[in-house]
């Protein structure tokens, strides 16, 4: 993280829904999308492989998310919207793209879209347009 000179973009769906049991067109369309990013990315992916991983992607099974998220080069945080992990993102200041799967997600993804620190992606409808929106919109947004 700290040679990533445009930043890093930290990836993490939680425990409940793994990385690697995602449909092969919507893990698909996360890679297009971190490939086109100049800043570096962290996934927290399940498996040890990752067919199609672009440079910029580096993958690990578990990632010391606090720490991630106290970085000064974090720029992102794309996360299921847990409690946990919005609490962690506030007290660093790190913004959210939000894709709630279950539960509580859905609400804090909306409150902290309504604060104005996230963005929420419909985990159904994903697609590599509806990321490079939202990744795109979120990175170029200074506040």
């Not at 993958?59 to 606090?66: F, M, R």
């Not at 007290?91 to 104005?116: H, M, R, T, W």
């Amino acid at each position: 993280m700290d040679d990533a000179k445009e930043g890093v973009v930290y990836f993490s769906l939680g425990s409940n829904l793994q990385s690697s049991d995602m449909p092969e067109y919507k893990r698909e369309a996360f890679l297009k999308a971190f490939s086109k990013l100049k800043q570096k990315v962290l996934w927290k992916f399940e498996a040890d492989n990752l067919p199609g991983q672009p440079a910029n992607v580096k993958i690990q099974k578990w990632l010391p998310q606090s720490d991630i998220l106290g970085h000064p080069n974090i720029r992102l945080f794309m996360t299921h919207g847990g409690l946990l992990s919005t609490q962690e993102a506030i007290y660093n200041g790190v913004p959210l793209v939000g894709i709630p799967i279950f539960a509580d997600q859905k609400v804090n993804v909306l409150k902290s879209e309504e604060s104005g620190f996230a963005k929420m992606v419909d985990f159904q409808n994903i697609t590599e347009a509806s990321l490079d929106l939202v990744l795109n919109e979120v990175l170029s947004n200074p506040t």
